[in-house]
C-alpha cells in the first residue's frame, strides 16, 4: 500500500466516522421515565487492556527476511498493551481514542547456520482515534460493539547479535546491531464485547485488525516495506464515570 493510498484510506474512515457518529447517536427509539425525565446519558470510560499480537508480515521485506533466517509471522506473537478513552454519546455508540504498544520480538538464526543467532524486535504504538457502535445498546447485559478507526502508526524495527559479514574474506561472525524506524498512517477494525460487573466497572474482550506499512530507512533503506499489519487480542477493564 502506498503513502498515497494509505493517506486516502485514513480520510475515508475518518470522514465516515464524522457521517455516521451524529446520525448513530441520535438515531434509535427514546424511552423516558414517569415523570417526563429523560434517562441519564451513557456514561464515558477509561479502559485498559492486555493482550496479544501477531503481524501478517507479508512483504518482500519479511519473505527476505523468512528466507535467510529462522521463523515464521506467529514467532514473532508477543504482547499488547493499551490505554483507551471512549467519549459516550447516547446509547449506541461513542468515539474511542486510543493509545497501543506492541513488542514483538523473535530469536532467529541463518538457515543453514541456526547456531548462528540475533534477536529481531518489532515495536509498534499506535495513536488512533475510531467510532463504536453497540447494535444492543451500551446498557445492555452482555454488549457487543463494532467499529472502526485510523491514526498514526509509529514504529521500531531492530536486529542485534551475530551475523556473518559476507563482504569479508573468511566470512567471520561478528557482532553487530541493525535499526529503522519511522510513522505511518494506519487504520484498525475492531469487534468486542463488554460486560458490566458493577454500576462503575466493566469488563471486555475485543480483536483488532490493524492495516499499516512503511518504507524501511537508515541502516535497511533498499530493503523494501515493513508490513505492520497485524491481528491482536485484548481484554481488560473499563472504568465508567
Same mark, same amino acid.
Request: glycine letters at 12%.
Given at each position: 500500500?502506498?503513502?498515497?493510498?494509505?493517506?486516502?484510506?485514513?480520510?475515508?474512515?475518518?470522514?465516515?466516522?464524522?457521517?455516521?457518529?451524529p446520525?448513530?447517536l441520535?438515531g434509535?427509539p427514546?424511552?423516558?421515565?414517569?415523570? /417526563?425525565?429523560?434517562?441519564?446519558?451513557?456514561?464515558?470510560?477509561?479502559?485498559? #487492556?492486555?493482550g496479544?499480537?501477531?503481524?501478517?508480515?507479508?512483504?518482500?521485506f519479511?519473505?527476505?527476511?523468512?528466507? &535467510?533466517?529462522?521463523?515464521?509471522?506467529s514467532?514473532?506473537?508477543?504482547?499488547?498493551?493499551?490505554?483507551d478513552?471512549?467519549?459516550?454519546r447516547?446509547?449506541?455508540? /461513542?468515539?474511542?481514542?486510543?493509545?497501543?504498544?506492541?513488542?514483538?520480538?523473535?530469536?532467529? #538464526?541463518?538457515?543453514?547456520?541456526?547456531?548462528i543467532?540475533?534477536?529481531?524486535?518489532?515495536q509498534?504504538?499506535?495513536?488512533?482515534?475510531?467510532?463504536?457502535?453497540f447494535?444492543?445498546?451500551?446498557?445492555?447485559?452482555?454488549?457487543?460493539?463494532?467499529?472502526?478507526?485510523?491514526?498514526?502508526?509509529?514504529?521500531?524495527?531492530t536486529e542485534v547479535g551475530?551475523?556473518?559479514?559476507?563482504?569479508?574474506?573468511?566470512?567471520?561472525?561478528?557482532?553487530?546491531?541493525? &535499526?529503522?524506524?519511522?510513522?505511518?498512517? #494506519?487504520?484498525?477494525?475492531?469487534?468486542?464485547?463488554?460486560?458490566?460487573?458493577?454500576? &462503575?466497572?466493566?469488563?471486555?474482550?475485543? /480483536?483488532?485488525?490493524?492495516e499499516?506499512?512503511?518504507?524501511?530507512? &537508515?541502516?535497511?533503506? /533498499?530493503l523494501?516495506?515493513?508490513?505492520?499489519? #497485524?491481528?491482536?487480542?485484548?481484554a481488560?477493564?473499563?472504568?465508567?464515570?
Amino acid at each position: 500500500m502506498t503513502a498515497n493510498t494509505k493517506a486516502r484510506s485514513v480520510v475515508l474512515i475518518l470522514a465516515a466516522t464524522c457521517l455516521v457518529v451524529p446520525s448513530a447517536l441520535a438515531g434509535g427509539p427514546r424511552h423516558y421515565r414517569r415523570g /417526563g425525565h429523560a434517562p441519564a446519558p451513557a456514561s464515558d470510560a477509561f479502559r485498559l #487492556g492486555i493482550g496479544l499480537y501477531e503481524p501478517d508480515a507479508n512483504s518482500d521485506f519479511w519473505d527476505a527476511t523468512f528466507f &535467510e533466517f529462522t521463523g515464521t509471522a506467529s514467532s514473532f506473537e508477543d504482547t499488547s498493551v493499551g490505554a483507551d478513552f471512549l467519549l459516550g454519546r447516547g446509547q449506541w455508540g /461513542g468515539v474511542l481514542f486510543s493509545l497501543e504498544h506492541v513488542d514483538a520480538r523473535a530469536d532467529q #538464526g541463518y538457515r543453514e547456520d541456526p547456531g548462528i543467532v540475533h534477536e529481531t524486535k518489532l515495536q509498534i504504538t499506535p495513536l488512533t482515534v475510531g467510532f463504536l457502535f453497540f447494535p444492543a445498546g451500551r446498557r445492555a447485559t452482555f454488549a457487543p460493539y463494532l467499529g472502526a478507526g485510523a491514526g498514526f502508526y509509529w514504529w521500531r524495527y531492530t536486529e542485534v547479535g551475530d551475523f556473518i559479514d559476507f563482504a569479508a574474506p573468511l566470512e567471520p561472525i561478528v557482532f553487530d546491531a541493525f &535499526e529503522s524506524d519511522g510513522v505511518t498512517l #494506519g487504520y484498525y477494525l475492531i469487534a468486542g464485547l463488554d460486560v458490566p460487573i458493577r454500576r &462503575e466497572w466493566s469488563l471486555f474482550v475485543e /480483536g483488532r485488525w490493524h492495516e499499516a506499512d512503511d518504507e524501511l530507512d &537508515e541502516q535497511f533503506e /533498499g530493503l523494501g516495506t515493513l508490513d505492520l499489519s #497485524g491481528r491482536e487480542i485484548r481484554a481488560g477493564f473499563a472504568w465508567r464515570f
